[in-house]
């Protein structure tokens, strides 16, 4: 019953930075975990990054710590992922994704969580 709503993608060189949101509608959105799950071309969805309710504890993917950050306003009900030091690697399909258990968003799953966004394109060129 969360719709997600991604923006923020789009093409950037090679070392620079892209800033993703994920909005977040329903009157229980705020008490939702969230995270960032990622898809390039002939490769599985991977997990990218996750935040609790109300935010403070988070999970970074190994490949992706200390470049991205994984950050929510509950005001305004949005998760941002804050991507620094972009690679070509990291070109993908980024998706928002919601779930009631942080525990279950942040183990890695690639399906079955509560609510998932349309995703939003992330090309990163060299």
């Known amino acids: 019953q969360v719709q997600l709503v991604e923006s923020g993608g789009g093409l950037v060189q090679a070392g620079g930075s892209l800033r993703l949101s994920c909005a977040a509608s329903?009157?229980?959105?705020?008490?939702?975990?969230m995270g960032w799950f990622c898809q390039a071309p002939g490769k599985e969805r991977e997990f990218v990054a996750a935040?609790?309710?109300?935010?403070?504890?988070?999970k970074l993917a190994d490949s992706v710590k200390g470049r991205f950050t994984v950050s929510r306003d509950i005001a305004l009900n949005t998760e941002y992922l804050q991507m620094n030091s972009l690679k070509p690697e990291d070109t993908a399909v980024y998706y928002c994704?919601?779930?009631?258990?942080?525990?279950?968003?942040?183990?890695?799953?690639?399906?079955?969580?509560?609510?998932w966004g349309q995703g939003t394109q992330v090309t990163v060129s060299s």
């Open positions: 935040i609790n309710w109300p935010g403070g504890l988070t």
């Open positions: 994704a919601a779930d009631r258990s942080y525990g279950r968003i942040s183990s890695s799953p690639r399906s079955g969580l509560d609510s």
């Open positions: 329903g009157r229980t959105s705020s008490t939702y975990a």
